[in-house]
């Protein structure tokens, strides 16, 4: 299975702060990676897929790169509904893998 | 609008059987690929299994953890995507999300696009 890493676990910020979520894969899935915000008691919000495409409808401050085994989320200028907890998938091979998950907080 | 709306939660004893049942609108149901995915409380995100569309023959494709005990099934006429789950285990316990999954523009299934609002199971004695 192919195993994703999120970095960091935990992040403390503030509204207008530029942030960074790393997501590294145990091997290589090309482009195959997606993003999604979840918020406490909520379903998870698809936010970028294959890597670097912003999903209808979500903020351009959000924005996704990378390819092969490194990944990152960036969040320009926080807003305060931004708080919540992110996590990348692999849609490369099955089955289907999340990373762990960073909680983005105040 | 497209809408997806799990039922059939709720508590189990260990070794038993539930049906999960995602009624979904708003969309053509055999175009799209549907998935399955749990979260147990206070952790992370789980894939479960997945439903292929009309041109893929609406196979199925699961996690190892439920291989064998778990069924995905749809019902295109009613819109609807069912998961059964048998012999639960104690490890099962957690809130079932169904899920559309979109084409990019590759036609590569990707995108994880609309998610219902879950359905808690509990497993416990």
């Known amino acids: 299975d192919i195993q994703l890493t999120q970095s960091p676990s935990f992040l403390s910020v503030s509204v207008g702060d530029r942030v960074t979520i790393t997501c590294r894969a145990s091997?290589?899935?090309?482009?195959?990676l997606a993003w999604f915000q979840q918020k406490p008691g909520k379903a998870p919000k698809l936010l970028i897929y294959?890597?670097?495409t912003l999903q209808s409808g979500v903020p351009s401050r959000f924005s996704g790169s990378g390819s092969g085994t490194e990944f990152t989320l960036t969040i320009n200028s926080l807003q305060p509904e931004d708080f919540a907890t992110y996590y990348c998938?692999?849609?490369?091979?099955?089955?289907?893998?999340f990373g762990g998950g960073t909680k983005v907080e105040f | 609008e497209v809408q997806l709306v799990e039922s059939g939660g709720g508590l189990v004893q260990p070794g038993g059987s539930l049906r999960l049942s995602c009624a979904a609108s708003?969309?053509?149901?055999?175009?799209?690929?549907m998935d399955w995915v749990r979260q147990a409380p206070g952790t992370g995100l789980e894939w479960v299994g997945r439903?292929?569309?009309?041109?893929?023959?609406?196979?199925?494709q699961y996690a190892a953890s439920v291989k064998g005990r778990f069924t995905i099934s749809r019902d295109n006429s009613r819109n609807s995507l069912y998961l059964q789950m048998n012999s639960l285990k104690i490890e099962d316990t957690a809130m079932y999300y169904c899920?559309?999954?979109?084409?990019?523009?590759?036609?590569?299934?990707?995108?994880?696009?609309?998610w219902g609002q879950g359905v808690l199971v509990t497993v416990s004695s």
């Open positions: 708003g969309f053509i149901f055999s175009d799209h690929f």
């Open positions: 899920a559309r999954v979109s084409p990019d523009d590759n036609g590569d299934y990707v995108a994880f696009d609309y």
């Open positions: 439903s292929r569309n009309k041109a893929s023959s609406y196979t199925t």
């Open positions: 091997q290589g899935i090309s482009s195959y």
């Open positions: 998938q692999q849609l490369d091979s099955y089955p289907l893998t």
């Open positions: 294959t890597a670097s």
